[in-house]
């Protein structure tokens, strides 16, 4: 028996690494997809390498969940490494291709997997790659939310968030940064520095008052709060060299812009309504840009 499915990638608007304390964070879902295809076989491979924990570890334990041997054939257009959901994708599509289910236990069994693979990690990715859409993700209860799902230390509630296209062009800096040691580096910063304390407290709160103007499309407003994020994720030590000189070369056009995901490396956004000028000044910087859409279709199963 052969199946297949789908996922977007994804990009984290505000409160990443914050929201792994609980604070509230916003992620959106890209036009960039990755797709998986799972046939039955005595032995389990990923396109054509045999399946192994440490080597293919999302593969490795989606097949455990999912209690069977396949062999995998993945293709995606979302860049590996750049911070742009490209695991998280991977699990959901994994899981929603082998295991199908409702929305929520797609998104639990995925977080799951994640989790297994990369150790200390938020719902965000995994829960934003099968909604799709855009999502509030956060440790407080919300109304109307759409599912919720617990980690070690937090229990994680996911609300569906209608926000328009907005022009937001990414630019990968070319340095794959890996997320783990970038999040558990953070937690140390977190039990040893109040400054710290109070940066993710801070992100929460510009998180929470983004709602309204990304709903709204009020660039101007999203800009700033975006340049707010980017100064306090800086202060808790997951900027880097590469990022700020990608912003500096990009921000002249933009409303506002800032580094995407776990930092380190990996991408930043902007958002803009200047794309050809920002994609001209990421490219002269050495940086990779990416235009697409936001808000993008969530995960699904593929005819074949
Ligand atoms: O590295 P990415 O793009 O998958 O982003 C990770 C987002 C973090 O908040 C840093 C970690 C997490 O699990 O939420």
Redesign the pocket.
């Known amino acids: 028996m052969k199946r297949s499915a789908s996922a977007p990638g994804k990009i984290?608007l505000f409160g990443?690494?914050a929201?792994?304390f609980g604070e509230p964070s916003i992620a959106t879902a890209i036009g960039m997809r990755l797709k998986v295809e799972a046939s039955d076989a005595a032995e389990s491979t990923f396109n054509g390498v045999r399946v192994e924990r440490n080597a293919t570890p999302h593969a490795y334990h989606a097949l455990n969940l999912a209690g069977m041997n396949a062999r995998i054939t993945v293709s995606s257009e979302i860049p590996a490494g750049a911070?742009?959901?490209s695991?998280?994708a991977l699990s959901v599509a994994l899981v929603l291709a082998m295991t199908g289910g409702e929305e929520s236990e797609v998104a639990a069994r995925a977080y799951g997997v994640e989790l297994a693979a990369q150790m200390r990690?938020?719902p965000?990715?995994t829960s934003v790659c099968t909604h799709g859409h855009s999502i509030f993700i956060s440790g407080r209860q919300e109304e109307g939310e759409l599912w919720s799902v617990a980690g070690k230390e937090v229990r994680w509630h996911i609300s569906h968030l209608d926000i328009p296209q907005l022009p937001v062009v990414i630019g990968y800096t070319g340095i794959p940064a890996a997320?783990g040691p970038?999040?558990m580096k953070v937690k140390r910063h977190h039990e040893r520095y109040s400054i710290v304390r109070e940066a993710i407290a801070e992100i929460g709160q510009l998180t929470l008052e983004a709602v309204r103007p990304l709903t709204g499309g009020d660039m101007v407003a999203v800009g700033e709060l975006m340049e707010r994020n980017q100064r306090l994720l800086s202060i808790i030590g997951v900027s880097s060299h590469d990022i700020e000189k990608l912003l500096d070369a990009v921000r002249k056009y933009s409303y506002g812009a800032k580094l995407t995901?776990?930092g380190g490396g990996?991408s930043i956004i902007a958002l803009t309504d200047r794309p050809d000028k920002v994609v001209q000044a990421l490219e002269l910087r050495g940086g990779k840009a990416f235009v697409t859409s936001i808000s993008a279709p969530g995960a699904r199963r593929e005819e074949l």
């Open positions: 984290i990443e690494h929201v792994v911070g742009l959901g695991s998280a990690a938020s965000a990715d997320t970038l999040v995901g776990a990996g």
